[in-house]
């Protein structure tokens, strides 16, 4: 886009734009510019989309054509200044990268790197996106988060178009993600749906998540067992459908099976003997979701190396799993359901009948008897 503001401005509405109201785009795109200013060009006719008026609320389309008239910058404005990075987090940017479009940027995250800052935490994801950005371009920003010792994929949008079409695909559920775990034990169910409110524990200042099924928040989450080392340690896919606070490592607590690693929810529980890491084995390791344009995004992320040398220890076979999603349970139906359901079988079974006695009773039909 150019900065010049002493002359006629062309924009193209981008496909992350699709749909957005005028004022927003100009939220998104140029802030400086005021709301007040930019109702003003639409009450005057200034502002023009595709050559024609248009008012602050209407909403553009990909592909149309922008007139935005010189000046409307506000006479006192925040120009964003490019946080400068050491050379150590430059190199970490880099290494964590996985993959870059022109919505997302894709980056595996190592364990015990935090997503965000917070009191005594200066050192997190957040702090290293200026590093994918140019001097022209906005910053990127965080759309979902994973805790500070689980590792894996996580998706930054580039524009703040991408960051709302893709904040709609992780509230709605439509993005897919696989996580790969180690737990202790073996499940007796190899396959299942986990159903279990959650709640913010009292007593915890809302650090720690309990299963809490008069008040909680419904809470959803798919396990496949993939491998077994004896009765010691199991290999699981966990695909979330919902997405709450800590949701995969309470819920697998509360199977009696906790990630191994995991000491918060599994206490001295989560931890195998031997030489097996100690840290959290939790990992997202694959992610599935609609881009903007109706492309799909589907990326992986290799496993930390305390995570894969624990596999090697226990005999796990990384070929053995894609991390596909496990396929949704259909819903269950309710009593009143069967019952119409099992009404409508008989009534199908007794026109059947009837159909074919009225066969047989046709001249030439099919009679019973001796040849």
Known sequence: MSNAANEVRQFTVGEDDDGVRLDRWFKRHLPQVGFGTVSRWARTGQLRVDGKR??????????????????????????????????????????????????????????????QGGTKTTRHVDALLDAYAGDDEPRPRLVHRLDKDTSGILLVARTPGSAAFFSKRFSGRSAKKIYWA?????????????????????GTGGEKMHVDTENGQPAKTLYRVVERAGNAAAWVELQPLTGRTHQLRVHMAAMGHPIVGDGKYGGQDAFLTGSISRKMHLHARRLIIEAPGGQ?????????????????????????????????PKPKRTKAEEKQAAKQHAKQYRKARRGERKRRAEPGGKKRGRK
């Open 54 to 115: 248009v008012k602050v609320d209407d909403r553009l389309t990909a592909g149309q054509q922008l007139r935005v008239p010189p000046g409307g910058e506000d006479k006192v404005r925040t120009q964003r200044t490019r946080r400068e990075l050491t050379p150590e987090e430059e190199s970490l940017a880099d290494d964590i990268l996985i993959t870059r479009t022109k919505s997302a940027l894709v980056l595996n995250k190592p364990p015990g790197l935090a997503t």
């Open 182 to 202: 180690l737990v202790v034990g073996v499940p007796d169910i190899y396959e299942g749906e986990i159903e279990a409110p959650l709640a913010k524990q009292p």
């Open 296 to 328: 799909k995004l589907d990326v992986s992320a290799d496993l930390p190396e305390h995570f894969a040398q624990s596999m090697e220890q226990l005999g796990f076979d990384p070929a053995l799993s894609d991390a596909k999603p496990v396929a949704t």
